[in-house]
């Protein structure tokens, strides 16, 4: 049964709209206009048209942010992604970590994108949760009334690569260099954070999951459904994506099922500054990344080569 960790007022959430400016050297943007509620900000989240993909001045709903997250655990590279029922738009995407960025920090985007990952991305051991540092500084623990995380151990979280085209908020560049993209179909601003994980080798018996919060009724309420991890790990081959997706439960990947799977539009093809897709079709995805999605990965290898020794040494004692 979903067990609810957090329950929050969503009115105290308020964002700004933008006006942004791109051209062949960057992109900047800067906060217009009143701070808006969340039912105000997606009322104004209505697809635009821009014709010029690379130099344009607009105004748009809002600034969200999204982690592409690459977790290390045992040695080896996994995407993360999360799964969610996005009410505003009626469909069920696997999508990075991410969020709408509140008016206090739209010029440190970077501080969302930071507690995202720790809201969204919740890491079990047998002895409790694991909390986490951005390089010296600890991330919140958001559940702790909930959950008990554990003191001595921790994960750490780092900057990982950037972006070739600087962003900036008004005359500042932001640091880390995410990605930007203007999304079309919800007239918003989108940036990208690439971070890296790294799981302590002291962490025996992982498991993940996604806690993400919902509306219901006049409250956002965060649960956590065992059932349901709703966090997949997609590995990494010499720093490529492999098309298999995993969940992790108590240190064992299973294979999780990719039939009618759609990928959110940070997946799809972006021209210039902008996306105009509001998701991409798994099969559509892999062929656009010349992925064969039936070629056996070193992971599948590895696991096929140990279930061969074995099978080898079951053998070897029935003789």
């Not at 990494?236 to 039939?259: C, F, I, M």
Request: positive net charge.
């Amino acid at each position: 049964m979903p067990r609810t960790l957090i329950r929050k007022n969503p009115s105290n959430f308020k964002t700004l709209p933008l006006h942004v400016e791109a051209g062949a050297d960057g992109l900047s943007y800067q906060s217009i206009g009143r701070p808006l509620n969340f039912a105000q900000t997606l009322q104004r989240r209505k697809a635009i048209q821009l014709p010029d993909h690379e130099r344009f001045a607009v105004e748009l709903a809002n600034l969200g942010v999204s982690v592409r997250l690459t977790l290390c655990w045992q040695h080896r590279d996994y995407w993360v992604l999360v799964r969610q029922r996005r009410q505003d738009r009626g469909d069920v995407v696997l999508k990075l970590i991410s969020g709408y960025v509140p008016a206090q920090e739209l010029n440190l985007p970077l501080h969302t994108a930071v507690q995202e990952v720790a809201e969204e991305c919740l890491l079990e051991t047998p002895e409790g949760w694991l909390g986490g540092r951005f390089n010296d500084t600890w991330l919140p623990a958001p559940y702790a009334a909930a959950l008990h995380y554990r003191e001595a151990l921790s994960f750490n979280l780092s900057p990982h690569t950037g972006a070739a085209r600087p962003v900036r908020c008004g005359s500042q560049q932001l640091i880390e260099r995410p990605r930007a993209y203007v999304h079309l179909p919800t007239a918003s601003l989108q940036l990208i954070y690439d971070l890296r994980l790294q799981v302590p080798k002291e962490a025996k018996s992982l498991s993940l999951f996604h806690v993400d919060e919902r509306l219901e009724g006049d409250q956002l309420v965060a649960r956590l459904d065992r059932a349901r991890p709703d966090l997949y790990l997609m590995p990494l081959e010499d720093g490529k994506p492999l098309p298999e997706l995993y969940t992790l439960k108590k240190d064992r990947l299973v294979p999780a099922s990719t039939r009618g799977l759609y990928l959110a539009e940070s997946f799809a093809q972006q021209e210039g500054w902008v996306v105009k897709d509001e998701r991409i079709r798994w099969k559509d995805w892999l062929r656009q990344q010349g992925l064969a999605p039936n070629r056996p990965s070193g992971l599948q290898r590895i696991t096929g080569k140990a279930k061969a020794l074995l099978q080898m040494a079951r053998g070897g004692l029935s003789k």
